[in-house]
């Protein structure tokens, strides 16, 4: 009874329109699910229980936040990226320790997930070498939480301008397959990767194969396969 009623009000707050621009956490996610949403192709619901973990990841930023004011080393919070044409984002937060500025990203995750983490995350180091980027700051400090135990690591992370340019390049060729209608190819490691356990796009994914194929054409099948159903 109540259950279902607060799992309705995360629902209907889900955000899942079209994407028109990329996003830096875009950064080494799969090439094929940010194409379907600048396409707003159709998605799955996104499960309230998710919703509520999300949220709970909110809560846990903002109490970092509160106590860099607290320490006096939180230069801003939640900044945007400057306006460029191809991405947006905003960092968790600029910090200055020692007389030297750092970005600092934060990530929170489950025991299980958090005892296994020796590195930071591919994806996590693609997204703070663009804020580094576009900030102009050479170092960034990824910041990881264990949301069961509040245990904690952190990762100091070096300004990469090769892996930078290479990341704004594939943003750029990913660019000409959205404006030329062509979906890319599914993950070399797909259905294995994690990213395909939790998409949005599964469904449409499985039923158009793997390789690079043009938009109109699968559209028509996931309108003639949504006519079936
Ligand atoms: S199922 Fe995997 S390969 Fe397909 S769109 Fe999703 S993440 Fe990409």
């Known amino acids: 009874m109540l259950k279902e009623l607060i799992d309705k009000f995360y629902l209907d707050q ?98 299980m997930i958090f005892r296994n983490l020796t590195a930071p995350k591919q994806e996590n180091i693609y997204q703070i070498q663009l804020y580094l980027h576009y900030f102009n700051i050479k170092k960034g400090i990824l910041f990881y939480i264990d949301k069961d135990k509040q245990d904690i690591k952190e990762f100091i992370i070096n300004y990469n301008s090769q892996l930078v340019q290479s990341l704004l390049k594939d943003f750029e060729e990913l660019k000409k397959k959205i404006d030329a209608d062509v979906v890319p190819p599914v993950l070399p490691d797909y259905p294995d990767n994690w990213q ?34």
Not at 196 to 219: H, M, N, P, T, V
Request: charged residues 30%.
């Open 14 to 111: 889900q955000r899942d329109g079209q994407q028109f621009h990329f996003y830096i956490t875009d950064a080494g996610k799969c090439p094929r699910t940010v194409f379907f949403k600048f396409k707003n192709a159709p998605r799955a619901k996104m499960d309230a229980r998710i919703l509520r973990i999300f949220e709970r990841g909110e809560y846990l930023h903002r109490n970092i936040f509160n106590i860099l004011y607290r320490l006096r080393i939180g230069v801003t919070t939640e900044v945007s990226i400057p306006a460029q044409e191809i991405i947006s984002g905003r960092a968790d937060a600029i910090i200055s320790i020692n007389n030297e500025n750092y970005i600092l990203d934060i990530k929170s995750m489950n025991s």
């Open 196 to 229: 395909c356990s939790y998409c949005q796009f599964r469904e449409i994914c499985d039923l158009c194969g793997g390789k690079e194929i043009s938009w109109q054409e699968f559209k028509k099948k996931i309108e003639s396969q949504e006519t079936k159903m």
